[in-house]
């Protein structure tokens, strides 16, 4: 089963980051603990950006993957039938690969699956494109502290 999220919702609550670091701004599919899409528009007023790179500013490669974890914290988190991670992090990223480059004013389109679980990890494939462009894949393993 799909739904729609909006950032008002409580699964936006599973993130453990605070809103000036949150690189997904909607999820408008998500298949609980399977997969999900979001979005994460480049506004331009990211602090980052007056450093990367001056006068031609790019989102780095590193914080699309980082919007990609956060989506699949989503994800993994919104399945009732499994146990909710606590203080979920970013342990490993593997076949990292950046096709292309996304400015400001770009929407990236995030899609996250959950490649399987076991105890406190979480595997997860990810993409991001933009208008039809791909820009980064990745692998990535969360894990978290097993709820009581």
């Given at each position: 089963m799909q739904t729609?999220?909006?950032?008002s ?7 453990p980051?605070?809103a ?10 998500i ?14 007023d990211e602090h980052f950006l007056?450093g990367?790179?001056?006068?031609n ?19 993994s988190q919104?399945d ?6 606590a ?8 076949n ?45 393993t969360?894990?978290g502290?097993?709820?009581?």
């Open positions: 729609q999220v909006t950032p919702d409580s699964t936006f609550a599973s993130l980051h605070g000036a670091f949150r690189f997904v701004d909607e999820v408008t599919h298949e609980p603990g399977v997969s999900g899409i979001g979005f994460y528009t480049i506004s331009g007056g990367h790179f001056p006068g500013p790019i989102m780095p490669p590193v914080i699309m993957v980082e919007a990609l974890a956060q989506l699949a914290i989503i994800v919104s009732l039938r499994t146990t909710t991670l203080d979920i992090r970013i342990t490993a990223m593997k990292v690969k950046i096709f292309d480059t996304a400015v400001p004013g770009d929407t990236l389109d995030l899609r996250t699956r959950i490649a399987g679980r076991l105890g406190n990890l979480i595997q997860v494939e990810g993409r991001i494109e933009c208008e039809g462009r791909q820009l980064v894949t990745a692998q990535i969360l894990s502290t097993l709820s009581e």
